[in-house]
């Protein structure tokens, strides 16, 4: 600290000694005080003393950057916050804002561009969060940026896509669930203190069907952190699972009294609510948080309308529907319930519960897969994390039609996950056999290999996929075998047995592809018989009439036509 003494004259020629001491303070307050007259050469001068006094404080340093600043010397500014920001504080983030506003007014405004986007993925509600996100929609919308903030937003997703695999939500938000347990597993026996990595094994156990497991997983983290909320959750739905009503009261206690500011978690406490049978609690939760969202979320809105209708307030639940009836997307859901509101009476309605996923009910959706299969693409309804937990649940609860539909789905699905659910249905002891051939014929309809547990003998024995014939599918439908077994026949009395094989493979090809289509149907045995030959001889180059084909099997030429252009594209896929 450097002193200086003033002298001033009082009195009878006496001196007074005033001590003054000048320090970073001292020009820190000249400077502002220069500032508020607008005399900007004094205040660089009383800004430049603070950074000699206190040199490591980045503070001054920004100060003096601001002044810069002020004065139009862009250039000068900019060296000294980057100073700061390279040399003594990385993270004062203020620093890329200030940055951005110099950059901007130098005309560099790409460069502008990305210093405010470092800031708001840093400080995303910070100070200067409002007056960053209209800085950066100037310099969208004003000066053709854009570059940046899709370089930024992919990476960005890549950031996101990292954690969200980490703590294993991309495989729950994927529907990947069996995937799910797997890598929780090990990421558990890693990092032991991650507690969203325990709360989402908890999920993917519950999901997976394994409730014991899940139940300890949510006692687990409890144990730890008593106040976890998504543990809270977890474990309620869990005891509501298990039947445990002298358990339950105290289990949903805690969630009646809390509320998250947080969406997402108030979110999961109201319909964790909701899931447990306290559905005018779920409506306070959600009503309450309407309140703190506007426009509310269509989740929001069907999950309150949902509590509504589940707690008998058929008019609010009709108002919130009707709401959720302007957003587009959701249209067809809100219209659903909306009818189901007008068609069925007040007293039939009394025992309706309404689902809080924001979709079709698991029972309507399997209804409409009958028009989904016949989309060519199929991949949004893959990553369906919601459909996947509906058919994971039907799989596991619904009746015999249901888990039938909900097989021929994961066929369709096919991805690894869906593989394994099949695989562990299988292993079920409480399954019928129609269920069973189905499942097998699931399995090598979406080309797995290895073993699976099927019963044979009235035992459960580990059969490799692979021994097991392509034409179990027969098993199916005995018109299928029919067919076949025809087909097979009137070659060999043709002396044309080398076309067997081929013949076959292009019928099984066909089957499997009909397997995952419910609204194909075979009708009339001998059109397709004479349909198979057709086309089968036609390919290998035996000569045939399709007129005397038609006489010989007794039907029309223009079904044989139909059903052998069917046909043709087994072979085409094939390349047979």
Known sequence: MDTRYVHRQSGKDSNNVIAMNFDAAYFFERGVRFLQRNDLNKALKAFKKTVEYEPNNPVNYCNLAGVFSEMGDFQASNELLEHVLQDLDPNMTECQFYLANNYANMGEYDIAEEYVLRYLDSEPNGEYAEDAEEMLSVLLD??????ALEKWEAEKRKRDA???EKDGRYFLEHGQFEAAVEWLEQVIAESPENYAA???????????GQHDKALAMADEVLCRQPDNIHALCNRAILVKHFGWKDVLEAAAEPLRKVFPLHY???MKVGTTLGLIGSHADAFNTFRRLMRLTNPPEPALLHAAAAAAANSQQWNVAERLWQMLAREREYRSIADYYLERLVTVDEQATADWKVSYQLDLPVEEQLAEMKDKLKENNLDEWRRDALLRASLYWGLRHGNHETRRRVIRALAVVADDD????????????DIDETLRLHTVIALKRIGAKGDVCIKMNNEMQTVPLEQIAEDIIFELNPSW???????EVWLQEQQLARLI???KKVWLGYLYDMFLHAHRRIGKADIWVAGLLYITLRYFGVPVVQKELAEQFHVAASSIR?????LEQILLNAGI
């Open 198 to 208: 325990y709360n989402n094994l908890c999920l993917a156990y519950y999901y997976t």
């Open 481 to 487: 075998r029919m067919v076949w077994q025809r087909t």
């Open 562 to 566: 139909k059903c052998s252009v069917r």
């Open 501 to 503: 094989p081929p013949a």
């Open 162 to 164: 990292a954690d969200a």
């Open 264 to 266: 997402d978690l108030a």
């Open 418 to 429: 869906a593989e394994k659910a099949l695989r562990l249905f299988l292993e079920r002891q």
């Open 142 to 147: 004003e000066f053709g940026g854009g570059a």
